[in-house]
T-cell receptor, first 116, second 114 residues
Framework: AQKVTQAQTEISVVEKEDVTLDCVYE???????LFWYKQPPSGELVFLIR??????QNEISGRYSWNFQKSTSSFNFTITASQVVDSAVYFC?????????????FGAGTTVTVRA | NAGVTQTPKFQVLKTGQSMTLQCAQD?????MSWYRQDPGMGLRLIHY???????DQGEVPNGYNVSRSTTEDFPLRLLSAAPSQTSVYFC?????????????FGQGTRLTVV
């Protein structure tokens, strides 16, 4: 069975600080897909990124960056120069693909609070 | 584009009552799912559908029924509400591409069972 662990329950930073969110996953499958979603205080879930198990290349999108390391089963997310608008709950999720294409296994989420 | 629309946004039920949470998507997505979100537990899959007429159970299906008569709609029925079903419910849809694609979520329904 697959599992996603986000060990950090809450992180509080001051604006402009960098913040890194940890995500560790477990699966016996060799093909899988990892996702990050953001849930701002308004409540909706917003897709941030998808990464498949064959692509360990790190990715940067503006102030967001992701570090995927299969050797440690981690897919960490860094917000650089955080802003108040980054305050949200962030979820890491795992999808095995194939016949489980519909099924996302979520971590418990990390609440990020950015103080002005 | 409306995306994924859930109704109602808020609901209070008494123990034992039944109700249906509505979910509709206008993106012609094949896959639709229902999740519940509880503090400290992330989102857990209740039921899912890979197309009209096809549904199956997820991780926490007990106490819930679903049906999918059209591509657009995927209602979730609570048969006899219990306080343990107090939660925030999210409907999601995604499209078939040969690999998992991003899920589009509705705004959520906050349900309280008293």
């Amino acid at each position: 069975a697959q599992k996603v662990t986000q060990a950090q329950t809450e992180i509080s930073v001051v604006e402009k600080e960098d913040v890194t969110l940890d995500c560790v996953y477990e699966t016996r499958d060799t093909t899988y897909y990892l996702f990050w979603y953001k849930q701002p205080p308004s409540g909706e879930l917003v897709f941030l990124i998808r990464r498949n198990s064959f692509d360990e290349q790190n990715e940067i999108s503006g102030r967001y960056s992701w570090n995927f390391q299969k050797s440690t089963s981690s897919f960490n997310f860094t917000i650089t120069a955080s802003q108040v608008v980054d305050s949200a709950v962030y979820f890491c999720a795992l999808n095995l693909g194939g016949c489980n294409d519909y099924k996302l296994s979520f971590g418990a989420g990390t609440t990020v609070t950015v103080r002005a | 584009n409306a995306g994924v629309t859930q109704t109602p946004k808020f609901q209070v039920l008494k123990t034992g009552q039944s109700m249906t949470l509505q979910c509709a998507q206008d993106m012609n997505h094949e896959y639709m799912s229902w999740y519940r979100q509880d503090p400290g537990m992330g989102l857990r899959l209740i039921h899912y559908s890979v197309g009209a007429g096809i549904t199956d159970q997820g991780e926490v299906p007990n106490g819930y029924n679903v049906s999918r008569s059209t591509t657009e709609d995927f209602p979730l029925r609570l048969l006899s509400a219990a306080p343990s079903q107090t939660s925030v419910y999210f409907c999601a849809s995604s499209y078939e591409a040969g690999w998992p694609t991003e899920a589009f979520f509705g705004q959520g329904t906050r349900l309280t069972v008293v």
